[in-house]
């Protein structure tokens, strides 16, 4: 297993067994991806040319910034999936969504030269109250055409920041 510092690209496989709310998801330097179409786009280039692979690069150089350790990286996503589970009342997927590291990767998910640089801002993000999380939570799944959330959290969140 790589540190994460040594990857420069992220290769993609398939994965058979990923729960329904999942379309990806990185271990490790790895992207496993539900199908072949999204593994294919990943793998075709060392160049970041999707939301998707730019979203997973995020996630490698976040674990970069926790004293590149994939072990601590995952302990700290673990945690604050715990720490945000309150918001399973406002929405099955608000935990995660919340979570500094989903944050950072969903707002700089369009930016593709972004996860190039260091990846950080999830430890502004982390600053967070459980009372801020929920009062977003309910905005934004309050919506009945709800924005996209990179949107969301660029207008309603970093300005609080």
Known sequence: MKKPSLIKTVKAKKAWLLPPNIVAMTLFGIVYCKTRKMVDKINKSDKIDSQLESHETIHVRQAESTSDSWFLYYLKYIWQWLMNFPLIF???????KFIPFELEAYRHQDEWDYCLGKCEKWKEYNKLTLKQKREFAKEFYGYDVRPYFTKFIKEKIDPIL
Do not use: S
């Open 90 to 96: 406002v929405n099955f997927n608000a935990p995660y």
